[in-house]
């Protein structure tokens, strides 16, 4: 197969599998409490794997902002935090070698560019945007409560099991 049709294919399974993941957080109510906690933003780790996932999670992201009704200051900075945090995980992680030692790359690092671009910029935007009651740094407490379970938890997880099956989902792009 082309290789440009797979990333695009690629790219565009994982914005879809972001927004049914965002839909079924919010339908459990799982996305609206003090820490929330998406199923998609364990996505957020996919660029560890593939430079396709960076456009396809800003994609998703974005529709699945404006699927659930989020207001333009969100759609806009919500997404930018996650293409952000994407383009983070990729630099980190995503050309990194194994490690000599233990012939494993340091998945730990996966989550953590979408864990830190979140935490800063999405308390900003509930503040602001959305006006809602506490400071900055509460917000950033519970944001990044959110995404420590979603990206660091949940992500690492499915980091774990994607490994065992890279050749076949993600041939060498």
Not at 14 to 20: C, Q, T
Not at 49 to 64: D, H, K, N, S, W
Not at 122 to 144: D, N, Q, R, S, W
């Amino acid at each position: 197969m082309n290789k440009k049709v797979l990333s695009l294919v690629h790219a565009a399974v994982i914005a879809a599998l972001y927004v049914v993941l965002t839909q079924l957080a919010n339908s459990l109510g799982l996305a609206s409490h003090a820490i929330q906690v998406r199923f998609s933003e364990a996505l957020t780790i996919l660029p560890f794997f593939t430079p396709a996932a960076i456009p396809g999670l800003f994609v998703g992201c974005l529709l699945a902002n404006l699927l659930t009704g989020a207001i333009p200051w969100d759609i806009l900075f919500g997404s930018l935090a996650t293409l952000l945090g994407a383009l983070g995980t990729y630099l980190l992680c995503g050309r990194a070698k194994p490690d000599r030692q233990t012939g494993t790359v340091k998945i730990f690092l996966a989550p953590l560019p979408p864990i830190i671009a979140n935490t800063i910029i999405v308390p900003f935007v509930l503040a602001y945007a959305y006006k809602f009651e506490g400071g900055i740094p509460y917000f950033m407490l519970t944001v990044g409560i959110g995404e420590i379970i979603s990206c660091g938890v949940l992500g690492i997880c499915l980091l774990k099991i994607l490994q065992k099956y890279r050749k076949h989902i993600f041939p060498q792009d």
